[in-house]
């Protein structure tokens, strides 16, 4: 079974940084993608960076560009996002998934996902 559990969200001021993480375990496949993702209430769930499995290819949502940092740890079968420069509207449940294959921008293609993270940024 595929599991991705996520961790390091909690409660910080504007301007302020956290380090998300997501551990994955049991993916049936050595070439992958994995994304996250971001859902505040009342909005639907958003793009907001993906990595290819070797570090190769990265991608940023507009909106998090120049402030935030995807990364990928091999060995540990893990993936980072670093949140620096945080904002209000940052606040979001963040949610990490995984695919076979190349990087998506889009919530579709990914089949596995974890269980979320909340973020919250006060003004």
């Known amino acids: 079974q595929v599991q991705l559990v996520e961790s390091g969200g909690g409660l910080v001021q504007a301007g302020g940084s956290l380090r998300l993480s997501c551990a994955a375990s049991?993916?049936?496949?050595?070439?992958?993608?994995m994304g996250w993702f971001r859902q505040a209430a009342g909005k639907e769930r958003e793009f907001a960076a993906a990595?290819?499995?070797?570090?190769?290819?990265?991608y940023y949502a507009d909106s998090v560009k120049g402030r935030f940092t995807i990364s990928i740890d091999n060995a540990k079968n893990t993936v980072y996002l670093q949140m620096d420069t945080l904002k209000p509207e940052d606040t979001a449940v963040y949610y990490c998934?995984?695919?076979?294959?190349?990087?998506?921008?889009?919530?579709?293609?990914?089949?596995?996902w974890g269980q979320g993270t909340q973020v919250t940024v006060s003004s």
């Open positions: 998934a995984a695919r076979r294959g190349i990087v998506a921008r889009s919530s579709g293609p990914y089949g596995y």
């Open positions: 049991g993916l049936p496949f050595s070439t992958y993608a």
């Open positions: 990595i290819s499995w070797n570090g190769g290819s990265l």
